[in-house]
């Protein structure tokens, strides 16, 4: 049986598609602006003002200035070695902490939950942080980029009430069978909650690959630093516009290079976006039985 659809159905989704696509071009635009802005040349970019359609001629200048930096392949090693280990560890401890208070009969769960979900809203600071960083011998460490920002108290709440809207009898049909809380853990609970996962390895994935605060409190060695540190100073490095000394040349490249560092730091993490984009339209419950 074909289905028809009113002319009010018709002009409704006319408009939702134009209206969904105006807002995707909001949200598109800075990035192609970015790109078409880093490829361009650095006189027609500086003369032009306004939206950016097109490059302005083409010219890779920024991406030589930034890549001839010799600590650009020491971030990347180190950002993606933070990134890699930190979503591992992230993810471990997120599962296994939200598993325990999901689970209705855990000793004490209300008192943990409670102080948790405390520390989202009130915390002991900035200075605080730095001193017990210290104090505890992380600092000018490798660790120091991790441990701090081991676990997101956010990303833990969602993956709790992921692993609570498992159905119960999933759980008790396995312990009938003999199962123990791994087993339950890691082929009940886990299979059924794979978009939620997907959704946190992301987020914990872009904030690791993100990270600079923390090495600029915490660091001091410069071959521990992540990828954005050298960014942020090849930025502020090129940002001097009142500087005398500066060159012509200099000047009309220090745009182009603002921009290449955009890029250089953003296209990376978003190359992952298409593989987990799928999870964002998907429920929280795959393949689990109905109540």
Do not use: C
């Amino acid at each position: 049986m074909v289905e028809t659809r009113s002319t009010g159905e018709k002009v409704f989704s006319v408009f939702n598609y134009i209206f969904l696509g105006f807002l995707t071009l909001i949200f598109a635009y800075p990035m192609i602006h970015a790109i078409l802005a880093s490829i361009s040349d650095p006189i027609q970019l500086m003369r032009h003002s306004g939206v950016l359609l097109k490059p302005l001629g083409f010219s890779t200048e920024g991406y030589q200035v930034v890549m001839k930096n010799p600590n650009i392949v020491t971030g990347y090693i180190n950002t993606i070695l933070y990134t890699v280990l930190g979503t591992i560890l992230s993810m471990l401890f997120s599962v296994l902490g939200a598993y325990a208070l999901s689970r209705k009969h855990y000793p004490g769960k209300t008192f943990f939950t409670f102080a948790i979900v405390f520390t989202m809203y009130f915390s002991g600071g900035m200075i605080p942080s730095f001193l017990l960083v210290k104090g505890i011998g992380l600092y000018n460490t490798r660790a120091a980029m991790i441990i701090p920002s081991l676990l997101t108290t956010w990303n833990l709440v969602v993956m709790k009430t992921a692993f609570q809207s498992v159905p119960a009898s999933l759980e008790e049909s396995a312990r009938i069978d003999g199962a123990n809380d791994f087993v339950i853990l890691f082929r009940i609970i886990l299979p059924v909650t794979i978009p939620t996962l997907a959704v946190m390895t992301l987020f914990y994935a872009v904030n690791y690959w993100n990270a600079w605060f923390n090495a600029l409190m915490y660091l001091q060695n410069r071959d521990f630093y992540p990828l954005q540190m050298f960014l942020r100073e090849i930025l502020i490095a090129n940002s001097a516009s009142g500087n005398a000394s500066m060159d012509v040349d200099t000047y009309m490249l220090e745009e182009t290079i603002k921009f290449t560092t955009i890029v250089v730091s953003t296209l990376p993490i978003l190359f992952i976006y298409p593989f987990v984009q799928r999870y964002f339209m998907s429920g929280l419950m795959l393949g689990s039985i109905k109540e």
